[in-house]
């Protein structure tokens, strides 16, 4: 890491968007994925429609939609983007009390589109918590990670 540099600040130690205006548009993909753990009963609950608020994974995945398309507004040094497709696909494993967001972004531009996609996740996961507190107080997004990207200078990458 020896070229690392933080890119976001400029040379007086400043917080900065980064100028991506030279950079060749190329077509951008990145994967993202939440999971939120709870207990069995409760994801029973959600995989078979039954929470006091209505279906759960449909909302969340609309949610997450949502928020990928308002990442720019939400973090402050990221561009805001014309995003081309977002979908998030969510599963449900009733016996280990987990719903799984997998959240997924589409991009031809200057900038990659691994904010929106884990904004995408980390909202549907958030979501998935408000519509079943009513059933259960102890639910826990557990993770938001990013799962693979690809596209622009940096080329491919996936997670181990």
């Avoid at 991009?107 to 990659?112: A, N």
């Avoid at 059933?135 to 940096?154: D, N, P, W």
Wanted: some cysteine.
């Amino acid at each position: 890491m020896s070229d690392a540099r933080l890119t976001h600040v400029d040379e007086r130690g400043r917080a900065r968007m980064v100028d991506v205006s030279s950079k060749a548009p190329t077509t951008r993909r990145a994967v993202a994925r939440a999971v939120v753990r709870m207990a069995p009963a409760t994801a029973a609950a959600v995989a078979a429609g039954d929470a006091p608020k209505g279906d759960v994974l449909a909302v969340a995945r609309v949610a997450g939609i949502q928020a990928a398309k308002r990442t720019g507004e939400l973090i402050p040094l990221c561009h805001p983007i014309g995003l081309d497709a977002v979908d998030v696909e969510a599963s449900v494993d009733a016996e280990a009390g987990t719903v799984t967001l997998v959240a997924t972004a589409l991009v031809t531009g200057r900038t990659g589109v691994e904010m929106e996609a884990m904004t995408a996740a980390a909202v549907a996961a958030l979501t998935v918590y408000d519509m079943v507190k009513g059933l259960e107080r102890g639910v826990e997004i557990a993770s938001v990670a990013l799962l693979e990207k690809s596209g622009g200078r940096s080329g491919e990458w996936r997670r181990g």
